[in-house]
């Protein structure tokens, strides 16, 4: 093992989900990179509550649809420089619409950045896990990814791919050490859910079984447990944390 500082590396770890994971693995002793793409002061916070409770922590303003950008960025602060222990893919957007008016440019911005983003930090990841020959990868799909859902084709595509995208992974990297799974939320109090009408809310928790929406805590706690000791030997699972929506 090197002296190198141990890394977690989380997308989208400014806000909703992903910041609750930042939190949670640097409290788990990782050093935790977290990219963001718009609002700056609000890594920071993420960055200055870690520090305040004597993490490591360091934001780049990096965009997941910016493929060039983070091939850079593992050039220029991973490799060599830190040991990456951890990937968490979970920068991702909605731009919702029913599909027979769903706009193109609707369609390619989800699939860059919720399936071709998580493929370029994946792809770079597994160069670096590969000679270290240990790593962790766990990406962020969703429920709908699972179920389908109406008004989000462009999503439900994505977060379907993710899952695919995480078995050929899981097999392809298995023999160096690396594991990948997904961990698919379902509804989880966030900025992206808190844009819902009432009335679809409603109905969501009418189908959940445990009959409350998810909190950014319990998808962490599922990322830390794939991410820590006691789960080296799973790996190519879609691990569901949904209230029991979907079983
Ligand atoms: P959120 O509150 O909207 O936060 C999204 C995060 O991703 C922010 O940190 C944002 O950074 C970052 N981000 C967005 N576009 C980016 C880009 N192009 N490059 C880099 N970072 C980018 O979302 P969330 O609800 O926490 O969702 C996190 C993940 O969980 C997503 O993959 C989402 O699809 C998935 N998920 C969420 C739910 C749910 O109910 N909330 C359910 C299933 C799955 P900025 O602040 O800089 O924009």
Same mark, same amino acid.
């Given at each position: 093992m090197s002296d190198l500082p141990k890394v977690a590396l989380v997308t989208? !770890?400014?806000? !909703?989900i992903g910041r609750v994971v930042a939190e949670r693995l640097a409290a788990d002793g990782f050093a935790v990179y977290l990219t963001y793409v718009s609002r700056p002061e609000e890594a920071e916070k993420v960055v200055g509550a870690i520090e305040a409770k004597g993490g490591q922590a360091k934001a780049f303003q990096l965009d997941s649809g910016d493929r060039e950008a983070i091939a850079a960025f593992f050039k220029d602060e991973i490799k060599g420089k830190v040991s990456l222990e951890v990937l968490v893919n979970n920068a991702g957007i909605t731009r919702d619409g029913l599909m027979m008016r769903m706009k193109d440019e609707d369609w390619d911005k989800v699939i860059e950045i919720n399936l071709t983003g998580c493929f370029a930090f994946l792809k770079e990841s597994s160069k670096i896990m590969g000679k270290q020959r240990r790593g962790r990868i766990v990406n962020i799909t969703s429920i709908v990814g699972q179920m389908g859902n109406a008004g989000q084709a462009n999503y439900c595509a994505a977060k379907a791919g993710l899952i695919g995208l995480t078995k050929s992974a899981a097999r392809e990297l298995a023999g160096r050490g690396i594991t990948v799974n997904a961990v698919a939320p379902g509804f989880i109090e966030t900025d992206m859910t808190a844009e819902l009408p009432e009335k679809v809310v409603e109905s969501m928790l009418a189908q959940i079984p445990l009959k409350s929406l998810g909190q950014s805590e319990d998808i962490a706690a599922a990322v830390a447990f794939l991410a !820590?000791?006691?789960? !080296?030997?799973?790996?190519g699972q879609v691990l569901g944390v949904n209230g029991g929506m979907y079983m």
């Open positions: 989208g !770890g400014s806000r !909703g !820590g000791p006691g789960a !080296g030997y799973i790996t």
